[in-house]
């Protein structure tokens, strides 16, 4: 009986990595199929080193394949830190906006304290804020 149960616990046992290991293949299987769907290429295999061709007949080989892949790479790498770039200018720009706002309403912004905005945004603010101070100034000593 003994011997039963350990058997039983060895088929079990390579079952579940037979399964595991049919798990494992399967996202590698989708991916294959996935790229012949959307790639306009084909594998042909050939004699001698395989090739892949264009759909439109265009011989190409892995290592004309392989540059491309790279050329790719490199292009959605630098498409990546153009759409970054533009985000961080976007966010400095609403930033200029909101502290040039609010030096028009009155509100001292310490300038110093906001290192990304550039020396010309920061003479900017400055001058805001001096004009407004100087009209401050000069209101209360009309008024007082």
């Not at 595991?20 to 790639?39: H, I, T, W």
């Not at 009209?135 to 009309?142: A, L, Y």
Request: aromatic share 4%; charged share 25%; glycine share 6%.
């Amino acid at each position: 009986m003994k011997g039963v149960i350990s058997d039983s616990g060895k088929t079990i046992k390579q079952q579940a990595q037979k399964i595991a290991k049919q798990l494992a293949q399967e996202p590698f299987e989708m991916a294959k199929s996935a790229k012949s769907q959307v790639s306009p290429f084909e594998i042909v295999q050939g004699q001698g080193q395989p090739k892949t061709t264009n759909r439109s007949n265009q011989t190409r080989t892995p290592s004309d394949t392989q540059r491309q892949e790279n050329a790719d790479k490199i292009q959605s790498q630098r498409l990546i830190q153009a759409y970054e770039q533009e985000l961080k200018d976007i966010s400095k720009k609403s930033l200029y906006e909101e502290l040039l706002e609010m030096t028009g309403q009155g509100i001292y912004v310490p300038v110093e304290d906001y290192p990304q905005l550039s020396p010309e945004e920061r003479q900017v603010l400055k001058a805001s804020t001096r004009q407004l101070w100087h009209e401050c100034s000069k209101q209360q000593g009309m008024g007082g």
